[in-house]
């Protein structure tokens, strides 16, 4: 069993949903990101997506946006962040580590070249943005011969009719990128993303993390009632970049907004069955 | 080489030209992606969309736009030549166009679709501002609200053309973001696509993103080399030699040269930005870059060895973009077209060349194809013909050049 699969069954046998935190590597500097991620894992996050800096992330909103240039403008490299990676993998033998990004940086070496890559750094899954599963080819039969999950992202716009051929050749999960737009923005309202985690678990047994918006533990422990896993980015990059403008090392900011959303998201159904 | 059977049977139905093209865009986005390849196909086969098209074409843009034999020029270029040589240079004159450019052409088409599809709001990028101008036009023409994103540094370096976006009722967004110039323009406008997907028509104005956009743009275009192959036939009785047009994402280079592409006796050539030089900062993608994945599609690409895209250069703001459209990578892998690059400083002595030879004062993006013409023509002996497109003429870029020149106006 995968560490993905390990780490959602054991959250669904606790009872409650996963803690999906996401920061990009490399920001602010290269050298900061590995008390980072300690920090995530420290104050509870149950998977770690690690954002692979690019140029011109045309998915982002203005946090990310401004941290992958922070990240590269520091010197963060692809071998970098796979050192980053590999180093995260021999201090936390267990935490799933998702890698996620651009096409262009992932398929530069080429895809074979990416997913040995990252299979020897100890990455268990990926998500690419800009690859939709009409471009399925170009990466994901890579992955999959060296066993990394290629996670999928369903959104508002992704009908009952598409859905299947999102799913076919899904796995680790499901991220349902809640909004139709950009990251760290708007939130989905609740009934949105009831109905739509209930329209995908419908079609499919992985389970679904939800993401974009997220920002606050009563908005995380609100999308925890309902879905497998809760995905926080802007916020948490959010803290880093404020941590970094005040001169602070951004680890504290991070594990204490972390601690706030995992205690949230862990007493979510509890407050509901009470 | 595997030569197929024809050059003009792509993209395949996935929406690749071999390795290239295809459909790299956020799940969001695919569903309307998808859609709108659906209503282009519909549109193919309407009679009516046709007849609206070339009746705006007509009545609207000014079209056909004439054929023009550049004799003063032609003997210019002679006059440097061994005898018996220097080729017969005509010229598409599609800078005559209403807006000044063959950016019209696409963006009439595209309008049409966004009708087609019931949606109610406009969103373009721009560099120089040729596109965003055209984009503004079709939006008043057809009562949309219409939104140009444009980078920072372009919208300090092209006052005219804001104005004149303002002045046809679009809302100009600075973007600020990256390195605020086209690319990051074109990733605004993605952005906002995606956040308003319900009911916002996104006009692309080159032959790349994802498809079908480089085919739609590519067949609104190439009402230019269908006009020309007409022109030149009615001109000479026969066919050109060489076909050349200037390219940065190469919509008015793939317009001229779809056409002709099965026409094995006419050779292309496709005109890069060198900026500085092909060994300082340039804008040429075929000649300096390598294939990845940006905006939609697999093409060539300016990029590090990490796959980041790096800063492009030209003096012409409308060539100064990081890729190129999908077709041309692939028919400069396939052999069909041939590729070179001009300079900042040839292109703007073949600018000052065509002002004072034909009464013509040329925009700078087809002042590359004009570089290359005056290259290449000298080698050619006198009975060849080349058709260069001349796809915008130049009172955007007096500034420009003025400042090149080192004349304060």
């Known amino acids: 069993m995968s560490r993905l699969a390990e780490t959602f069954a054991r959250t669904r046998g606790e009872g409650r949903a996963a803690l999906v935190t996401f920061v990009t590597g490399g920001d602010p ?53 796979l050192e980053i990676a590999h180093d995260f993998r021999a201090r936390h033998p267990s935490v799933p580590l998702v890698l996620m990004g651009y096409a262009n940086p992932m398929l530069r070496r080429g895809a074979e070249w990416f997913a040995a890559a990252c299979a020897e750094a100890g990455i268990d899954g990926i998500i690419c943005v800009d690859v939709p599963p009409e471009e399925d080819a170009v990466m994901g039969p890579a992955l ?18 598409r859905l299947p051929a999102v799913l076919e050749g899904a796995s680790g999960f499901l991220y349902y990128v809640s909004v139709a737009g950009i990251t760290g923005l708007q939130q989905a309202t609740q009934g949105s993303i009831e109905g739509a985690v209930a329209r995908i678990r419908a079609a499919t047994d992985l389970p679904i993390a939800v993401g974009f918006g997220v920002r606050t533990p009563n908005q995380a422990a609100a999308v925890a009632r309902v879905a ?29 907004i972390v601690k706030g959303l995992s205690a949230a998201v862990r007493s979510a159904r509890q407050d509901q069955a009470a | 080489m595997n030569v197929p059977n024809s050059f003009r049977a792509l993209p395949d139905d996935t929406g690749h030209f071999g390795e290239f093209g295809g459909r790299y865009v956020a799940e ?26 070339d009746y705006l074409l007509n009545h609207y843009v000014g079209r056909p736009s004439p054929l023009y034999y550049a004799e003063r020029l032609t003997e210019a270029l002679r006059a440097s030549a061994e005898p018996g040589m220097g080729a017969k240079v005509y010229l598409k004159r599609d800078e005559l166009n209403h807006t000044g450019a063959h950016k019209i052409n696409n963006c009439i088409g595209q309008i049409l679709l966004a009708r087609r599809m019931g949606k109610t709001r406009i969103i373009a990028e721009t560099g120089a501002g040729q596109h965003g101008v055209a984009t503004a036009t079709v939006a008043a023409r057809f009562g949309l609200p219409c939104t140009i994103f444009m980078g920072a540094k372009d919208v300090e370096r092209q006052q005219p053309n804001v104005f004149r976006m303002k002045l046809l009722g679009a809302e100009i967004r600075s973007v ?22 319900h009911d916002t028509f996104y006009i692309i104005g080159t ?78 993608s075929l000649a300096g870059g390598s294939p990845g994945v940006l905006h939609g599609n697999r093409t060539y690409l300016l990029q590090d060895e990490d796959g980041q895209i790096a800063e492009a250069h030209s003096i012409s703001a409308g060539l100064d973009y990081p890729g190129i459209g999908p077709e041309h990578s692939w028919l400069k892998e396939i052999g069909r077209v041939d590729y070179t690059a001009v300079t900042d400083t040839d292109a703007l ?39 260069a497109n001349l796809c915008g003429r130049g009172d955007k870029d007096i500034f420009t050049v003025a400042h090149a020149l080192g004349v304060a106006i």
């Not at chain 1, 999950?149 to 716009?157: E, G, H, I, Q, S």
């Not at chain 2, 925009?363 to 058709?387: N, T």
Request: proline fraction near 7%; aromatic fraction near 4%; charged fraction near 20%.
């Open chain 1, 29 to 81: 500097v290269p050298a900061a990101t590995p008390a980072i991620l300690d920090a995530l894992v420290d104050g509870g996050a149950d998977v770690i997506e690690l954002g692979m800096p690019f140029t011109d992330p045309m998915a982002d909103g203005p946090a990310i946006q401004l941290a992958n240039l922070r990240s590269l403008g520091a010197g963060t490299t692809t071998a970098k962040l």
């Open chain 1, 144 to 161: 999959r011969a060296q066993g990394i999950d290629f996670v999928r992202l369903a959104t508002p716009t992704t009908d009952e009719a």
């Open chain 1, 228 to 256: 497998d896993g809760v995905v926080v980015g802007s916020a948490i990059v959010e803290a880093v970049a404020a941590a970094g403008a005040r001169g602070e090392p951004p680890a504290d900011a991070v594990r204490s």
């Open chain 2, 28 to 53: 969001t986005l695919m569903p309307l992606i998808l859609s709108l390849e659906r209503e282009y196909r519909a549109a193919q086969a309407d009679r009516a969309f046709a007849e609206e098209l």
């Open chain 2, 176 to 197: 600020s973001s990256g390195a605020q110039t086209l690319k990051d323009a074109m990733n605004e406008a993605l952005r906002d696509w995606v956040a308003n997907v």
């Open chain 2, 207 to 284: 032959a790349a993103g994802p498809h079908p956009y480089p085919e739609l743009v590519r067949d609104f275009q190439s009402v230019i080399g269908r006009e020309a192959k007409e022109q030149i036939l009615a001109a000479e009785g026969r066919l050109p030699d060489l076909l050349v047009a200037a390219i940065g994402g190469g919509s008015n280079a793939i317009g001229l040269f779809h056409p002709f592409l099965d026409d094995p006796d006419v050779r292309m050539l496709g005109v890069e930005a060198a900026g500085h030089g092909l060994d300082k900062q340039h804008a040429a």
């Open chain 2, 349 to 387: 002595d073949a600018f000052q060349l065509l002002c004072r030879t034909e009464g013509i004062i040329p925009a700078l993006e087809p002042s590359h194809a004009l570089a290359a013409v005056a290259r290449v023509a000298k080698e050619m002996p006198a009975e060849q013909i080349i058709v």
